[in-house]
């Protein structure tokens, strides 16, 4: 199966979800796409959000998930602000049965209170932040038949975890 999130904000909220957690395997697509609308939840404000699963039989699963831009405003006034976020992940059976677990993320931009970090994109990198807590970017994490590719995850003691452009596949 695939599932993407769009963004996950505190109580497990998503605002888009494609083929959600234990439905059956199909091909969907979902998107919040409206640039002079942002999404507002709580701290959190996000521009043009989607999902998307590929359901391919035997030739296995694949989920995508973007964000355009977010930016999170943390209660000590820490800013972060990231732009075209986006995360795939997919799975599929060897000739002999054994997974194969597949996933890749991308964070194009990225500030903390206006100075701009430099990413990785070949490996997870994790950031601290000024307040304490840290910002997690191009999060891989696989078990012997699912793999979860997140763009960004910041993870705040007493604020909360924020994850946007997750995908899930298995």
Request: glycine content about 8%; some cysteine; charged content about 10%.
């Amino acid at each position: 199966t695939a599932d993407p999130n769009g963004v996950q904000v505190f109580f497990n909220m998503e605002p888009t979800v494609a083929n959600a957690q234990n439905d059956p395997c199909v091909s969907e697509d979902n998107s919040l796409v409206a640039p002079l609308n942002p999404l507002v939840i709580g701290p959190v404000t996000l521009r043009a959000l989607y999902t998307q699963t590929n359901a391919n039989g035997a030739a296995g699963s694949e989920a995508r998930s973007g964000v355009a831009d977010v930016v999170i405003t943390l209660p000590d006034g820490t800013v972060v602000h990231a732009a075209a976020l986006t995360s795939q992940a997919s799975a599929s059976c060897n000739a002999n049965g054994t997974p194969n677990l597949a996933g890749s993320s991308n964070v194009l931009l990225l500030e903390i209170n206006g100075t701009t970090q430099v990413v990785n994109v070949d490996q997870q990198q994790a950031i601290p932040l000024p307040g304490g807590g840290q910002l997690v970017i191009n999060q891989q994490q696989t078990s012997a038949n699912e793999v979860t590719q997140r763009a960004l995850r910041l993870e705040v003691p007493g604020f909360g975890t924020v994850t946007v452009a997750e995908s899930r596949a298995d």
